[in-house]
């Protein structure tokens, strides 16, 4: 198989077992999975992107299956979500509002030196938690060591302050991204006491995982509304699929035509009644 090149730049062979195996997790059948892993596999050729090999499986998934093809492009989807972190900010709150945490966006929490903003603040079972976010516009963005090294100092302030003085109690400290972390970040973490949750990281519990467990996609995976209509939709504060469904009389509010507005809501039903991509697995390897 020749030699293609990822994200960061590095090479690698070209897998078409990898390739049908991501489309299966994606909720493709295996027919339809055999089917554009093949027709992909005959274009491949030597030096060729990863994000080329992904938009032609997108494009022939799309064809067959919108819903599938929206859960295929959720790492590219978290992207599009910025500029700015903090649309990603109230997605991840809302994946662990799902998780039945009770969330607080952006607290201020008192260190034992200085006060401090933690992205999200929530609480569950008696059990306290903050995060804090790195939201990055580029796939090939990996979070590395010096931004752990800076949260944990982060945390360390805040763990250090007398009971008496501080806000509000803080037992876990996260620090979570949509792309990825270096070996660096993944080692001090660990050593450190910090815990992480970016894309594909941990391997139970990541952030793709969580999505699908939660049924909590981003409101930019959803093939039929345009870059605009999602830009508009984020700006009224849906920034999932799930809240789309609830706030659905917004597209009405923003002009959607009455056309628009049943194909949007189709596909994100669609997505949202797509079985976990764990049960794809167990399927394809049985």
Request: aromatic share 10%.
């Amino acid at each position: 198989m020749p030699e293609i090149i990822k994200a960061d730049g590095s090479k690698e062979q070209f897998d078409q077992k990898r390739l049908h195996l991501s489309l299966v997790h994606a909720g493709a059948g295996e027919y339809t999975a055999r089917n554009v892993s093949e027709n992909i596999s005959k274009s491949v050729h030597y030096g060729m992107h990863t994000h080329e090999i992904y938009k032609r499986a997108f494009t022939l998934l799309r064809k067959e299956t919108r819903p599938v093809a929206a859960r295929y492009a959720l790492r590219r989807a978290l992207l599009e979500l910025g500029p700015s972190g903090h649309p990603f900010e109230d997605f991840v709150a809302r994946i662990f509002e799902k998780e039945g945490w009770t969330v607080e966006w952006r607290k201020v929490i008192q260190g034992k030196c200085v006060p401090h903003e933690v992205d999200v603040y929530a609480h569950k079972n008696g059990q306290t938690m903050a995060a804090e976010l790195k939201y990055h516009n580029t796939a090939n963005y990996k979070t590395d060591v010096k931004v752990a090294l800076y949260v944990k100092a982060r945390f360390e302030d805040i763990w250090s302050c007398s009971p008496n003085a501080q806000t509000c109690p803080v037992e876990r400290g996260f620090l979570i991204t949509n792309t990825k972390f270096t070996s660096q970040a993944i080692k001090y973490a660990n050593c450190a006491g910090m815990e992480l949750i970016g894309w594909g990281y941990p391997y139970k519990g990541s952030l793709y995982e969580r999505m699908c467990t939660t049924k909590v996609y981003p409101i930019t995976a959803l093939t039929h509304p345009t870059k605009a209509e999602k830009k508009l939709l984020i700006d009224a504060g849906i920034v999932s699929c799930d809240m789309l469904r609830e706030r659905r009389e917004t597209l009405s509010k923003l002009n959607f035509s009455p056309k628009r507005v049943g194909n949007i809501l189709a596909e994100a039903d669609a997505l949202l009644a797509l079985p976990h991509p764990y049960s794809y697995a167990r399927k394809s390897e049985s």
